[in-house]
C-alpha cells in the first residue's frame, strides 16, 4: 500500500512539472495589429489629457499675439539651437523662471531643459526600449539609472501609473514623427 501510494505521489509531483514547465514554455500568442493599435491609442490619450505638449512641444508666438505650442515640432523639447541668458534670480516668495517656450525651467535645482520624446533615434526615444521607458518612470531617473529627472516633470506624480499606462505612452510616442534635436544636458546649480 506504501508503495502504490509512493508512486502516484511521485506520478503526481511528476505530472505537476511538466504541466507547470510546458505553461512557463507555451508561447502566448502575439498581440494583434487591433491591441497594438489600441495601446497607442490609449497612450496619445493619456499624452494629451496629462498635458505632455505643455512643455515638451515648444510654445511659438501666433501672429494675432497669441501663444501656442508648435505642433510642427511636437514633443521635441528644448529647442537645441535657444541659447537662453542666465536666469533671473528669484524674488521674493517666487522659485522658478521659465524661458518663453516653457522648455527650460531654472530653480534651486539649477536649469533643466525639456526633453525629446520624438521617436528620433539619435536625440529622442528612438533607441530606447519600453523597459527603459519603464524605468524611468518609476526610478525617476534617466534611463532608469542616470541622472535624476528635474523639476517641473511631476515624476513623482508618474509613478502611480499602471505598468500598462506607461507601456501605453511609450508606444504611442515611438509613433511620433522624429525630430533630431539634441537638448542639452541640465546646467547644475550656481556654486554659492
Known amino acids: 500500500m506504501k508503495t502504490i501510494a509512493t508512486t502516484l505521489l511521485a506520478t503526481c509531483l511528476v505530472v505537476t512539472a511538466l504541466y507547470a514547465s510546458a505553461a512557463k514554455t507555451t508561447p502566448q500568442p502575439a498581440a494583434t495589429k487591433k491591441d497594438a493599435e489600441a495601446l497607442v491609442e490609449r497612450g496619445a490619450y493619456l499624452v494629451n489629457a496629462m498635458a505632455c505638449d505643455d512643455c515638451h512641444t515648444p510654445l511659438k508666438m501666433g501672429e494675432d499675439g497669441s501663444i501656442a505650442p508648435d505642433m510642427s515640432r511636437r514633443l521635441s523639447g528644448h529647442p537645441e539651437g535657444m541659447q537662453l541668458p ?3 534670480k ?9 524661458a518663453a517656450t516653457n522648455t527650460a525651467w531654472a530653480g534651486p535645482w539649477g536649469i533643466s531643459y525639456t526633453a525629446n520624446l520624438t521617436s528620433d533615434a539619435e536625440t529622442g526615444l528612438g533607441s530606447w526600449t519600453k523597459e527603459n521607458f519603464v524605468r524611468t518612470v518609476r526610478t525617476g531617473r534617466h534611463l532608469g ?3 535624476p529627472i528635474l523639476p517641473p516633470m511631476p515624476i513623482f506624480a508618474f509613478r502611480d501609473l499602471t505598468d500598462r499606462d506607461v507601456e501605453a505612452i511609450f508606444a504611442f510616442l515611438q509613433t511620433v514623427p522624429a525630430i533630431k534635436n539634441r537638448v542639452p544636458t ?5 556654486a554659492k
Open 86 to 88: 542666465p536666469p533671473p
Open 90 to 98: 528669484p524674488v521674493g516668495p517666487w522659485l522658478t523662471s521659465v
Open 145 to 147: 539609472q542616470g541622472r
Open 186 to 190: 541640465p546646467t547644475p546649480p550656481a
